[in-house]
């Protein structure tokens, strides 16, 4: 058995967010992607587009390429009222709410944006990982310490989403 990498636990934790996703969208309808807890949490739609749009510019601005989001096309695709920067952070309840799509055009966007990031990983070797990329923290944040934020980051949402839609099937 040969020794498993850095790259290769990243890699099996995006692909695990991946597979999540796709289990969340799978069979909603764009009103129940829409579904807000008490009415005013975030929706699946919301949290998938958003789990999505963080990795897609982390990424990204990683690998220095341009987002799949507009790359891509994904932000004509989506005609949301948010400027082609936005990644969620931030959003106050309308904001939330304007984020409405159907599940394939997320699960579309996610996969493209999955596919991204495997193949920045593949292409990612282990003395990469320890380099500084941002000197603003105490400590500065290392290449391997923003993938895996953004995998920490990814997961809570797809978990929060996975919630949205139990509570929705009630």
């Not at 939330?96 to 966007?109: F, H, M, Q, R, W």
């Not at 391997?144 to 809570?156: F, G, I, N, T, Y």
Request: hydrophobic share 40%; with cysteine; net charge negative.
């Amino acid at each position: 058995m040969s020794e498993i990498s850095a790259t290769d636990v990243l890699l099996d934790g995006f692909d695990r967010v991946q597979q999540t996703v796709t289990r969340i969208l799978e069979g909603l309808s764009t009103d129940q992607l829409a579904h807000r807890v008490n009415g005013s949490a975030n929706s699946i739609a919301w949290l998938v587009w958003h789990l999505t749009r963080v990795q897609d510019d982390h990424v990204a601005d990683l690998a220095g390429t341009e987002q799949v989001w507009t790359d891509g096309g994904w932000f004509e695709r989506f005609g949301l009222p948010l400027s082609a920067e936005d990644t969620g952070y931030g959003h106050d309840a309308g904001q939330v709410a304007a984020v409405v799509a159907p599940s394939d055009l997320l699960l579309g966007y996610h996969r493209a944006v999955h596919e991204r990031t495997a193949a920045y990983l593949r292409g990612v070797k282990a003395g990469d990982l320890s380099v500084v990329i941002d000197v603003s923290w105490d400590p500065p944040v290392t290449r391997a310490v923003r993938l895996v934020s953004v995998l920490e980051d990814d997961l809570q949402h797809a978990g929060q989403a996975a919630f949205v839609r139990g509570c929705s099937r009630r």
